[in-house]
């Protein structure tokens, strides 16, 4: 068996040999115009693909692949006397997607061209109905923190703040005789004269 380098060797040799006869041997009027772009062949050096491509419609398509069918056996016959291989291998003729492929995606990447140029010359003179850019961004947020203080740090809050330690320390804001020496105990939650207090110790 021969190796895969041999093989690939003689596949560009019947490519050229084969492109040469579809332009001088084949008279065929069937025949579109073919450019072959690829040609394999297997490991044993029997059997040889080609692969073309042929401009025009379903029908001249059509016509191209009965007339390269047709000349497989003119065509085998030149490659035959153009190389060096004991054994002439067999030729299998296939259509090539890869190009047709190729020119489609071409053409949508052109109508999407064409359409991004025509928005683009739609919003020349127009305004943004808001803000150009209304999304929030991160500088906003330094903001918060001093706007947070600020709001924590008001009279009626410290006010409230000074109450509540006080009641914690005993002092209840609400009983008249705090100024008199009153003393509230937290845990009877009484109010108690600080000198009848002394007096009783």
Known sequence: MA?????????????????????????????????????????DLQHATVYYTVYGTEEEQA??????????GILRSEVGKNITARLTPTLT???????VNANHLEDILRQARARDAELAEA???KTFA????????DD???ATPAATEQQESTPHTDAARADVAGMRDGYDP????????????????????????????
């Open 3 to 43: 190796d895969a380098a041999r093989a690939a060797r003689l596949a560009d040799r019947i490519k050229v040999i084969v492109a040469q006869a579809l332009e001088r041997r084949v008279k065929d009027p069937r025949l579109g115009f073919v450019t072959v772009t690829d040609a394999r062949v297997t490991n």
């Open 63 to 72: 016509g191209t692949r009965a007339a390269l069918e047709s000349a497989k």
């Open 93 to 99: 003729f296939v259509p090539d997607e890869v190009p």
């Open 123 to 125: 919003a020349e003179d």
């Open 130 to 137: 808001g803000d150009a850019d209304p999304y929030r961004r």
């Open 140 to 142: 906003d947020d330094d």
């Open 174 to 201: 609400v009983d008249e005789d705090f100024g008199k020496g009153a003393h509230c105990d937290p845990d009877s939650g009484t109010t108690q004269m600080r000198e009848a207090q002394e007096g009783t110790e």
